[in-house]
């Protein structure tokens, strides 16, 4: 039997301890700050995030993983993903024009890590 996972409308954390494949964050609105990461960064814990990707962004190969451009867009370069793994999830709109602005929903579990040099 086959469900959907979702987060309950009240539940507006952006960022969470990873429990179970049922767990469906609500979808990040703005970046992280470094505060809101600090947690995950200094405990070896997987955490989980849904963030909004351009389709463009997954369909091109080229200059940026999806990971540095999830640290970048996501987590305003204040982490870097560690084993990141991704699953497209139900998309949620605030309205109606949004359904048609090509963002895919992605559910992302990782541990997090300081970032590198750059």
């Not at 952006?14 to 179970?20: D, K, P, R, T, V």
């Not at 767990?23 to 995950?40: I, M, N, R, S, W």
């Not at 699953?87 to 992605?106: I, M, P, S």
Request: aromatic share 10%.
């Amino acid at each position: 039997m086959e469900f959907i996972a979702q987060c309950l409308m009240g539940d507006r954390r952006a960022l969470s301890e990873y429990q179970n494949d049922q767990h469906v964050p609500y979808p990040l609105g703005q970046p992280l700050t470094a505060a809101e990461l600090e947690p995950f960064v200094t405990r070896e814990v997987l955490a989980t995030f849904t963030a909004k990707v351009p389709l463009a962004q997954l369909a091109r190969a080229e200059d940026t993983t999806l990971a540095e451009f999830i640290a970048a867009e996501w987590l305003g370069g204040h982490a870097a993903l560690v084993s990141p793994e991704y699953r497209a999830v139900g998309a949620t709109f605030d309205d109606f024009g949004q359904q048609y602005a090509g963002l895919v929903h992605l559910q992302v579990t990782c541990q997090l890590a300081k970032p590198g040099p750059r």
